[in-house]
């Protein structure tokens, strides 16, 4: 059962923005961590961002600080993150996962995430 569905994939232009949201029918996004994670085609999947539930706090990939913003709503059940400045090296897949025992600190590894999405796709070309 898929409890995480991840939208707003697309293709952008260099320099361009999109903005992603993942969303939860149940209580997945409201406990522990969520966080956003991307793979290329042939390459590994890496942290893109994460953020805790608990106090707000997030972190980030060295290669997206500054453009990227991860944010969350409570209410709305729902996790975005915001992509400004797009490179080409941004182009890959994107998933939203989560895990109620987890905290986001320090380097993030996706296998501590228990709730994953489809993904969605993000492609920066012109």
């Known amino acids: 059962q898929v409890q995480l569905v991840e939208s707003g994939g697309g293709l952008v232009q260099p320099g361009g923005s999109l903005k992603l949201s993942c969303t939860s029918s149940t209580g997945t996004l409201d406990y522990g961590a969520a966080g956003w994670f991307r793979q290329a085609p042939g390459k590994e999947r890496e942290e893109v961002s994460c953020i805790n539930s608990s106090d707000g706090s997030t972190t980030y990939a060295d290669s997206v600080k500054g453009r990227f913003t991860i944010a969350r709503d409570g209410a709305k059940k729902t996790v975005y993150l915001q992509m400004n400045s797009l490179k080409p090296e941004d182009t890959g897949t994107y998933y939203c996962?989560?895990?109620?025992?987890?905290?986001?600190?320090?380097?993030?590894?996706?296998?501590?995430?228990?709730?994953w999405g489809r993904g969605t796709q993000v492609t920066v070309s012109s």
């Open positions: 996962a989560a895990d109620p025992m987890y905290y986001c600190e320090g380097d993030i590894n996706h296998a501590d995430f228990g709730s």
